[in-house]
């Protein structure tokens, strides 16, 4: 019999007569022929009252004793669930993390899950049942309650699906599914009838933030369809699933960070281990980067910019301090109003002529762009915050996100689990299910790299740049301009090595017209990246891969990161090295 978990947030349940409504989608969908485990939050803002509640008790609650109450919250909403599918007259049980057996590690209030028996739901299903489990809870090796980190009842709901084998994994909540970009801020954005996992990771705020990222990651690893939809009426919304929407399409969303700080250091010594040093000190802080770019330094000395969020500026400078001390060189200045616009697209990787419009968008909104960076499937531009909502709205009529696509593919068969695996076989899997998993490590050394130097920090200026390259019809891979110093900016990127003569010509006409300095190239660069499911919850890939080639005294020369890969290159001559000493470095994780 197919079975559906349905996850309902807070904002489903948040009064009895939500609750109802909700038990009656359930008993509806078990009616059709479907076992059905329901998955809910605590009702409202309840979790929120609590945390207020214990903060009016004491300044630093214990993190076992914030888990204890926390959990209170979903207790309630099952129990009250369950009585509500009783009143209509069908068969419900509810039950709690620890009753459900969902074992995580003891790190209160973030804990990981690391295995979920199924015995118990299973047997309750077959017995027709409507099982309802307590989101965002789980129980340690103590048999202590822990919580899964704020919005974890996704993960809930998306585990319980990958272990019971689950058809589809329904997500009820306040909005209809997923947008091109977050509909709050631009009104233009459009409904998509899917994305796909990568996307969604990516761009983690896609939609309205409306998927906690840990279930993305989770549901990726173990192929869990996730159909995101309204509780509020009976339209379809939208899948999360492996394909996007569009076979190819070279942008399918777009967003906006829009609390970001800047932190450039610069003048510390090009060698091996100084990315290391300046991101394993911010770790220490606890403190997660987000974009990092580093551009090829000039007389011998690095130039590294970042992200953090705003709120961690305090920290993060507290440590980039320190680690200039340690090097005995370098100093740092900050930007503590930008913002961060990205593009996503699954096609993009595949193509020539995306970047150059989306830069073209930026300069015909008269949007500087302070920094780049990319990925395979991204593409992410640093602005000023005052900006940055005309430039989202830029991009996103660019590439004319809020026009449906001609034709999109029914979305039926992809409602379908993708490797239907059984569920036997994903329980023999379940040993620290949530553990960060590296899928490839990986050198492509087939690249070439140019570097223009002393560009006009003004719009318009990359846009011409990869305008130029597309006309020539070269493939453009990494793309990192550097923040720019007195006006003038580095501007680097790869392309296939036999396209180097011809690209290198392109760039020296354009630095000629804009008055720029040197063009250089270097006709042989490795690119070594790490990808995988985690990275964005798992701090430290980046910290471990700087280490590993530090000690493998390896410069790193560029470095450009995304939410689920980090690209860095190196010299062409170290490449197989390099690519040797990160799958030492990665062996533990790395899936095989
Ligand atoms: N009730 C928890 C929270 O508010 C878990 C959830 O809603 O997903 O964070
Ligand atoms: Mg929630």
């Known amino acids: 019999m197919p079975l559906i978990v349905q996850k309902f947030g807070g904002t489903s349940v948040a009064d009895s007569q ?4 909700a038990a009656r989608k359930a008993i509806r969908a078990q009616q059709q022929g479907n076992q059905v485990v329901m998955v809910v939050s605590a009702m409202g803002k309840n979790t929120d009252m609590l945390v207020d509640l214990a903060g009016q008790i004491n300044d630093h609650p214990p993190a076992r004793e914030i888990d204890m109450l926390l ?27 620890g009753q459900i057996g969902i074992k995580t590690d003891s790190s209160h209030t973030k804990a990981r899950i690391n295995s979920i028996s199924t015995e118990r739901i299973q047997r309750l299903l077959d017995e027709g049942n409507i099982v309802i489990a307590a989101g965002f809870q789980g129980i340690d090796e103590d048999l202590d309650i ?7 009842s996704d993960l809930t709901a998306v585990a319980l699906a990958a272990v019971l084998g689950a058809d589809t994994c329904e997500i009820y909540t306040d909005v209809d599914g997923v947008y091109t970009t977050d509909p709050r801020a631009l009104p233009e954005a459009r409904r998509v009838s899917k994305a796909s996992y990568d996307e969604m990771l990516e761009l983690a705020s896609l939609g309205a933030g409306v998927l906690h990222s840990r279930s993305v990651e989770f549901a990726k690893k173990y ?38 700080a800047r932190v ?10 100084t990315s290391y040093a300046v991101f394993s000190k911010i770790a220490e802080q606890n403190v997660a980067v987000d974009m990092i770019v580093q551009n090829i330094g000039e007389d011998g000395k690095a130039d590294i910019s970042f992200t953090v969020l705003s709120d961690d500026l305090p920290s993060t400078t507290g440590a980039v301090g320190s680690a200039i001390d340690e090097l005995g060189a370098g100093q740092f200045e900050v930007g503590e109003t930008v913002a961060k616009v990205s593009v996503v697209g699954m096609g993009m990787a595949r ?22 960076t990319t990925s395979e499937i991204k593409i992410s531009a640093l602005v000023e915050r005052d900006q940055a909502l005309d430039a989202l709205r830029a991009v996103h009529s660019a590439f004319e996100l809020e026009k449906a696509p001609e034709s999109t593919q029914s979305t039926g068969d992809t409602a379908m689990r993708v490797e239907n695996s059984d569920a036997l076989d994903v329980v023999t899997r379940l040993a620290g299910m949530e553990d960060l998993m590296i899928d490839e490590v990986a050198l492509d050394d087939s690249q070439a790299r140019i570097t223009i130097s002393q560009i006009p920090d003004e719009p318009g200026v990359a846009a011409k740049t990869f305008e130029n390259i597309a006309e020539a019809d070269i493939f453009v891979d990494m793309i990192i301009q550097s923040f720019g110093h007195g006006g003038r900016a580095n501007l680097s990127f790869t392309v296939p090595r036999d396209e180097l003569d011809r690209a290198a010509e392109v760039a020296t006409s354009l630095a000629e017209q804009f008055g720029c300095g040197e063009v250089t190239s270097s006709p042989q660069v490795a690119k070594l990246s790490v990808s995988g499911v985690g990275l964005r919850s798992h701090v430290g890939v980046a910290i471990r891969m700087f280490k590993a ?37 990665f062996a533990d994780v790395l899936l095989c």
């Open 18 to 21: 939500k609750i109802l409504a």
């Open 146 to 152: 822990t919580t899964l980190g704020r919005g974890g």
């Open 71 to 97: 959990s209170t919250g979903e207790q309630v909403s099952v129990a009250l669930m369950a009585m509500a599918i009783d009143s209509l007259g069908h068969k419900a049980v509810s039950l709690t993390g």
């Open 264 to 273: 450039t250091v610069k003048g510390i010594p090009d060698r091996p281990g």
């Open 223 to 260: 192929g869990v369809p996730i159909h995101v939809r309204s509780s509020f009426s009976d339209t379809t919304g939208s899948f999360v699933v492996a394909d996007p929407e569009v076979p190819d399409q070279p942008v399918g969303g777009a967003a906006l960070t829009r609390n970001e």
């Open 549 to 585: 080639l530090a000690d493998a005294a390896i410069n790193v020369e560029m470095i450009n990161t995304s939410e689920v890969r980090v690209n860095v290159v190196v010299d062409g001559a170290h490449g197989q090295r390099g690519l040797e000493c990160l799958q030492t470095a």
């Open 351 to 372: 193509q020539t002529g995306v970047a150059n419009r989306m830069f073209r968008a930026l300069a015909d909104a008269d949007v500087n762009i302070l920094m780049i």
